[in-house]
């Protein structure tokens, strides 16, 4: 009797903490919301914390689940080698020709700069960071990279994969930092396109493939399959880093199909063009080595 009365307590114990484990959190939820509203930098330094502490434990734990997914996706590959087999063929005819076309103009546009004496534009530096974790949900596209300031990694820095632009750091913490990308409802870049020269505004609304908003001209002629880069308005990032082709559309609204998809992220290229239109650049840290450099002198 002794037993099954103590089974009874804790059974009647376990029943409460289920029914009041749902209006606790939902109470801190909007203990939360409450105090994101009365102090922002609380929450976005509490979330930068918080960040740099899971940092290294989404990176020991993104290793072998990026290895599954690499098996994974080449067993699907597999299955389709006849047919990729036969596309890879067809474009690489099409390449060889692109080639030869690049390498001409490439020789004419030496022999122009020379003529003309441009000036070249200055290599941009960059670091190559790992992506461990993927924020994105219903309401943000946006994904955490292990480097942070501690890298040299700043706001409103561009990131890239391969060639094509992806976003840019929205913020920063020691050894952390969150990549924006240019999906996210919160992401504008200012763009082109490529054979028209039409700028427009590149805005993101948590889908696949991002809106072309505020086109200039009356009328557009934009047509699919045209490539979108980068333009220089407003200082952002500077003119041509691809970010993918105009995509068909049949509700009048012009999209874009990102070279780049979200789910093929796994290691990018965090470049600082020298430029702070998206974002305040803060002030970069002084290496180490330069501090007892000039220590010394």
Not at 3 to 24: M, N, P, Y
Request: charged share 25%.
């Amino acid at each position: 009797m002794k037993q099954s009365g103590a089974v009874g307590r804790l059974a009647t114990l376990r029943l409460l903490a289920q029914r009041f484990a749902f209006v606790s959190l939902i109470v801190a939820a909007v203990a939360l919301m409450i105090v994101g509203k009365a102090d922002i930098l609380l929450i976005e330094r509490t979330r930068t914390l918080v960040a740099d502490g899971l940092a290294p434990i989404l990176d020991v734990m993104s290793r072998p689940a990026a290895s599954i997914a690499e098996v994974v996706e080449n067993v699907r590959e597999l299955t389709n080698l006849r047919t990729e087999n036969a596309r890879l063929k067809a474009e690489n005819l099409r390449l060889q020709h692109w080639q030869t076309v690049a390498r001409r103009l490439d020789s004419e546009n030496g022999i122009l700069h020379e003529q003309l004496n441009v000036i070249p534009d200055p290599d941009p530096a960059f670091i190559t960071a790992r992506v461990i974790g993927d924020l994105g949900s219903a309401f943000g596209h946006s994904m955490m990279l292990n480097a942070g300031a501690r890298d040299g990694v700043r706001k409103g820095q561009a990131v890239l994969s391969g060639e094509s632009l992806i976003g840019h750091i929205a913020e920063v913490g020691e050894s952390s930092s969150r990549l924006l990308l240019l999906t996210d409802i919160n992401a504008k870049i200012p763009v082109m396109v490529e054979s028209s020269r039409t700028r427009a505004i590149l805005t993101g609304d948590n889908k696949d493939r991002p809106k072309l908003n505020y086109v200039a001209g009356g009328n557009p002629v934009i047509a699919p399959g045209e490539r979108v880069v980068t333009s220089a308005s407003g200082a952002a990032f500077p003119p041509g880093i691809p970010i993918g082709l105009v995509a068909p559309t049949t509700d009048g609204i012009f999209r874009v199909e990102p070279f780049v998809k979200r789910h093929e992220l796994e290691f990018v290229a965090i470049v600082d063009y020298g430029l702070g239109g998206i974002l305040p650049f803060e002030k970069p840290p002084v290496p180490e080595r330069r501090r007892r450099g000039a220590a010394a002198e």
